[in-house]
């Protein structure tokens, strides 16, 4: 079945990294998404990575993906106040290639 | 290319009301997604088009619903008969085939009261 997981919240200080993590089930997913969503906005794609990749650095994004346990990781270094929001781990199904399959998102406070 | 648009932005209307949004996806996109979300979830797929075809529709998408892609371009999603469930954002998003990058627009927000 399809299903992505996520935890709901979590809290970090400013300045320090965060690290969001996510767990889906379709192991034929091809690709994982990352996605950040403000107050009362729309979806913002931050980073993706194919699923033959383990890793994919994008300036302060880091993604990690471990097939074998499904896992998928998210770190945002030095977080910013900028930084709060809703993101959400998404995986594209090979059995459903039109259409990616979202958490429930995890909510990023920051703390001075 | 400023991106997906959708209009209106917010739409607050009658139960059993009809309402349609509208989606303007990115210029050559030929994949185009609508998603609804509701509080506190992530978004749910509706439906899904490739050029004018509609291709894949969720068992969420009721018959009250209807989304058109006429000249595989801009795209409507109309409710008919609208329900207080039916209050969420609608997100449109598009991509280009092959490539599986799908950006979404800022969303309709739905209220019905």
């Known amino acids: 079945g399809e299903d992505v997981e996520q935890s709901l919240f979590l809290s970090v200080r400013e300045g320090d990294s965060s690290v969001i993590n996510c767990t889906y089930t379709d192991s034929s997913s091809t690709y994982l998404y990352w996605y950040k969503q403000e107050p009362g906005a729309g979806l913002q794609l931050l980073t993706y990575?194919?699923?033959?990749?383990d890793m994919k650095q994008d300036q302060r994004l880091t993604v990690l993906l471990n097939k074998k346990d499904k896992h998928l990781s998210l770190r945002i270094a030095d977080t910013q106040t900028g930084d709060s929001a809703i993101y959400f781990c998404a995986e594209n199904p090979y059995s459903s290639a039109s259409k990616i399959i979202f958490g429930s998102g995890t909510r990023l406070s920051i703390r001075p | 290319d400023t991106g997906v648009s959708q209009n209106p932005r917010h739409k607050i209307t009658k139960r059993g009301q009809n309402v349609t949004f509208r989606c303007d996806p990115i210029?050559?996109?030929?994949?185009l997604y609508w998603y609804r979300q509701t509080l506190g979830q992530g978004p749910e797929f509706l439906t899904y088009?490739?050029?004018?075809?509609?291709?894949?529709k969720s068992r969420l998408l009721s018959d009250r619903f209807s989304a058109e892609r006429p000249k595989g371009s801009f795209s409507t999603l109309e409710i008919q008969r609208t329900e207080q469930g039916d209050s969420a954002m609608y997100l449109c998003?598009?991509?280009?085939?092959?490539?599986?990058?799908?950006?979404f627009g800022e969303g309709s927000w739905l209220t019905v009261v």
């Open positions: 088009f490739q050029n004018e075809a509609q291709l894949e």
């Open positions: 998003a598009s991509s280009l085939e092959p490539r599986n990058t799908i950006y």
């Open positions: 990575i194919f699923s033959n990749m």
């Open positions: 210029s050559e996109h030929n994949r």
